[in-house]
């Protein structure tokens, strides 16, 4: 029975979090999932969702007390983060962030090399990165359908590659950063419409806590 138990656990959280209930805070999700086992969780609600960021962020789960003294502090550089970079969609999900920046406020068509504005809006949220250094920062490439999936991958992952070496440049140390490009294959939106497609070609950020705030956490919730 136990191996069955946990598999109905994941679809509950699943539907759960992606029904967006209302009657639950995120700290009470997040304990939900830290008791599930957070990686396990992150990986089966990211693949079945097509939201990779929400994977990556779930999987970061610790869950219970601990979880929720991440979370207050997730929600304050989140606040930091939406208003010193209003054209990014910032959202705090369980015990991270997920920040996502469209294509085209940071690369030319087909390219990836970083614009004028996409300095600009790195170099504030570098500031805010500093000033919360206990955390690990994922660094997602995404594009829409046209073309070829090869060529895709490629370009999603030199884009994420730009970003993230902009703001290793800036003092972020590269033990902080991971690299991850997808390509097409984990479209957020639907590749049917142009609108659709220009919000796919993205980087994503995902904000989570290192072992160092998960210790600190650990220590503040049992006092």
Same mark, same amino acid.
């Given at each position: 029975?136990?191996?069955?138990?946990?598999?109905?656990?994941?679809?509950?959280?699943?539907?759960?979090?992606?029904? !967006?209930?209302?009657?639950?805070?995120?700290?009470?999700?997040?304990?939900?999932?830290?008791?599930?086992?957070?990686?396990?969780?992150?990986?089966?609600?990211?693949?079945?969702?097509?939201?990779?960021?929400?994977?990556?962020? %779930?999987?970061?789960?610790?869950?219970?007390?601990?979880?929720?003294?991440?979370?207050?502090?997730?929600?304050?550089?989140?606040?930091?983060?939406?208003?010193?970079?209003?054209?990014?969609?910032?959202? @705090?999900?369980?015990?991270?962030?997920?920040?996502?920046?469209?294509?085209?406020?940071?690369?030319?068509?087909?390219?990836?090399?970083?614009?004028?504005?996409? @300095?600009?809006?790195?170099?504030?949220?570098?500031?805010?990165?500093?000033?919360?250094?206990?955390? =690990?920062?994922?660094?997602?490439?995404?594009?829409?359908?046209?073309?070829?999936?090869?060529? =895709?991958?490629?370009?999603?992952?030199?884009?994420?590659?730009?970003?993230?070496?902009?703001?290793?440049?800036?003092? %972020?140390?590269?033990?902080?950063?991971?690299?991850? !490009?997808?390509?097409?294959?984990?479209?957020?939106?639907? =590749?049917?419409?142009?609108?659709?497609?220009?919000?796919?070609? @993205?980087?994503?950020?995902?904000?989570?806590? =290192?072992?160092?705030?998960?210790?600190?956490?650990?220590?503040?919730?049992? @006092?």
């Amino acid at each position: 029975m136990k191996t069955m138990r946990f598999p109905f656990l994941l679809l509950a959280i699943l539907g759960l979090l992606l029904s !967006g209930c209302k009657s639950m805070t995120r700290t009470q999700k997040g304990a939900i999932i830290g008791t599930a086992g957070g990686a396990a969780a992150g990986a089966v609600i990211g693949r079945a969702s097509g939201n990779t960021a929400l994977g990556t962020v %779930i999987g970061a789960t610790v869950g219970g007390v601990t979880g929720a003294v991440i979370g207050n502090q997730m929600d304050k550089q989140a606040e930091e983060l939406k208003k010193k970079v209003p054209e990014a969609n910032v959202e @705090r999900v369980g015990e991270g962030i997920v920040v996502e920046l469209s294509s085209s406020i940071l690369f030319g068509f087909d390219s990836s090399e970083l614009s004028a504005e996409a @300095r600009s809006n790195l170099d504030k949220m570098v500031s805010v990165f500093q000033t919360y250094p206990d955390t =690990n920062i994922e660094i997602q490439g995404h594009t829409d359908s046209k073309g070829s999936e090869n060529y =895709n991958q490629k370009l999603s992952e030199r884009r994420a590659s730009a970003v993230t070496n902009y703001i290793m440049g800036k003092g %972020i140390p590269s033990s902080r950063l991971t690299i991850v !490009g997808y390509g097409e294959n984990a479209p957020k939106y639907t =590749n049917d419409t142009e609108e659709g497609r220009a919000k796919n070609r @993205r980087v994503e950020f995902m904000i989570t806590a =290192n072992e160092k705030m998960k210790a600190d956490a650990a220590k503040a919730a049992g @006092r």
